[in-house]
């Protein structure tokens, strides 16, 4: 199997249909109505070479090389998404970026690392380290790694950030009070609470345990509250190996958490580096009730593995760690492999550096790298995915500031931002509710607090999201479509809300229908969905969309899940060796958006709101708010309309109008005659799931069609279309808030 199938790209074009015949569908279309709203001018502006782009993540040890083939990159390219980011998935493994394989410890071949920021041989390859110091049993990568505070070892223990400790962040330590959970797995009678310190050790912490609703895992906010066990509260601990009894009569909980108020600021013997000395040390934990003999009767299971141990979730990890602890299983694109590629298309490229499993040092020395390298780079993204990783907001807060302050002493222009949300849903946290921060405010609330406090929200100079919305794979996807413009227009508003000034650029830093697997993603559902959220998101006012699966995937397997599904967030459905086996629905609506709906690259492009409306003397419309139709008006550089219609009806087509309203009684206008049309649904595009082997049946391009006159346009089921005419000129607007936002300072 060649490594690019040959199939054909451009679109078929059609000889110009008579006026009276639509372009497809069917006698019963319900006939439709968009209205572009010209009379309130653009809502954004955009040039398609800064909004329209994919990203390229971290990936199993061996598929960087065959990823990065000539045949792959060609195909990658040819979908005509232009601006690039790069996502770190280290930071979401917990562990260690080496962006360059070579560096230096901070303590021969251990501690803290900083990779070398001296150019020499190209940087092909980049690779992650494993945490010894780790807390957190689950992570959002493999998740294949455990907690040190159940693993039956003694001579193991999890560590805090030191970079948490007073001495870095210059504030009183009570502002990042840190704490670990642990999960009994189902409601425990608990009465006693045996820790084992390591150096340093707590003096003053409380041991509590939560009361209210059960939750599967200690994110969201379920109703409830942290209630300290009657003896719970120490104020001179000593360390060592220490037994509490915490009530007289046992509590049933699942959750248990002990909050760490104040450090010991001791370092184990022989160390010399003073991030030894910093934060909190705790060997293992056991919980469970008090036996006559004096022991714990302990609750939780043990094991040097992720699902053989019960699950520990900890406030923060410290990024020491061995030349040893290198990840045999992960590797990350070196950083000049990408920009050899032709991806970035010459273009500065959106760059992470870690932050949560990582030092300001080792950032720092990527951008003094990039500089000597005369890498383009258009922004710095400071960590990946923060609050799914149950980091309170004021920690991230002062590691961002840190981190940006090590930036700036390297490049005081560098556009910096953060923090790629794994969602935009608005809940606090319960894993740090309660504490004496501040009030349970949703996690951005407390972080633009945390740096508007200290005159620092200009630091923040974008925000990036991921969006995927749909956890249920088992749901039906025409819901689950209908729902999702307004989903996303509602998180948006919703960040605003929050506090974020209306002039902080947006970044959707990754987009796909679910984080799991499901055939919406690599069937006709999955194109549809793309083209809704780039859609909304642009005309919400969104700089820059950068979609998820750029590269070539094999299917995903999700058995757990009721309906057992194979998919990917993918253009290109690969076998094992990453060779390209077929586009997917996904590839073919991208490329739509990107050549047909947007035009000439480098220049303007201004949307303007569309709304549909029915036709309610067809007595088949239902109200305008439940058509499973969206609309979104380009004004292209060229002069001419492009409008995007997608229609999420599995069995309905419509026969659609276009008409322009500028707020005046005179009679609308609508687009003016012959009108390029591009078409993409089931005609072009059937899936055939059949497990890991599922594949397209049919994979065309979208087909092309030429109107003669201005006639209803026919748009079929479960489709995506694109119209491209003239229309009416519109009063351009010049003004500074339709430039595009997220490229006024790129370097």
Known sequence: MPDFPSLPVAGLVVALISAGLPSGGTAAATALTVTIDLGGGPVNGFTPETALGAGVDGHARGDIAAI?????????????????????????????????????????????????????????????????????????ANDDGYSRLADGDLDTFWKSNPYLDSRYTGEDNRLHPQWLIADLGQPTAVDAMRIVWGIPFATRYRVQYWQGEEVALPDGYPAGQWQTFPAGEVTHEEGGDRTLRLAGQAVVAR????????????????????????????????????????????????????????????????????????????????????????????????????????????????????????????????????????????????????????????????????????????????????????????????????????????????????????????????????RAPGLLTESLANLHRQGLPRSTPLLMSEYGYSAFATPAEVDLAGALFNADAVGTFLTEGGSTAYLYGYEPSPLDHEPERKCDTWGNNALFVSDHRRRILARTASYHGARLLAREWAGQPNARHRVYRARVDADFADEQAGASEALPLSAYALLRPDGRWAVLLVNKDEQRAWKVSFRFARGEPDAPEGLHGPADVYQFSAAQYVWRANGEHGRPRRSRSPRHLVLAERVPVSVPPWSLTVVRSAGPVAALDESASLQPQSESRAR
């Open 68 to 140: 990065y083939r000539p045949a792959t990159l060609r195909a990658m390219r040819s979908v005509g998404l232009r601006p690039l980011t790069y996502r770190l998935r280290t930071e979401l493994g917990i562990e260690a970026w080496h962006w360059n394989p070579n560096g230096s410890w901070s303590d021969g071949t251990q501690g803290y690392w900083t990779s070398d920021d001296r150019p020499a041989a190209p940087i092909l390859e980049s690779y992650g380290y494993r945490l010894p110091r780790r807390g957190n049993t689950i992570d959002q």
């Open 255 to 482: 959750y248990l958490r002990v909050l760490l108020e104040e450090s010991s600021n001791t370092a184990p013997a022989g160390a010399t580096d003073p991030r030894d000395a910093l934060g909190y040390a705790v060997r293992e934990v056991y919980v469970g009730t008090l036996e006559a003999s004096g022991e714990v009767h302990d609750a939780l299971r043990r094991a040097a593995s992720r699902d053989g141990q019960s699950h520990f979730f900890v406030s923060s990890t410290d990024p020491w760690h061995r030349a040893i602890d290198l990840d045999p299983a992960v590797e990350q694109a070196g950083i000049d492999r990408v920009y050899a590629s032709g991806l970035t298309h010459a273009l500065p490229m959106l760059v992470p550096v870690g932050v949560l499993y990582d030092t300001p040092e080792n950032a720092a020395a990527l951008l003094r790298y990039l500089r000597r390298r005369g890498h383009a780079v258009r922004g710095v993204e400071l960590g990946e995915e923060p609050d799914g990783q149950y980091v309170a907001p004021e920690d991230y807060g002062t590691l961002y500031l840190q981190t940006a302050d090590a930036l700036r002493a390297v490049d005081p222009e560098v556009p910096l931002g953060g923090p790629s949300f794994q969602s935009l849903w608005e809940e606090p946290m319960m894993a740090w509710a309660g504490t004496a921060v501040g009030p349970d405010q949703p996690w951005l609330a407390r972080l633009l607090h945390y740096l508007r406090e200290r005159g620092r929200l200009s630091d923040l100079a974008f925000l990036s999201f991921e969006w995927y919305p749909f956890d249920d794979v088992c749901a039906a996807q025409a819901t689950q479509l209908q």
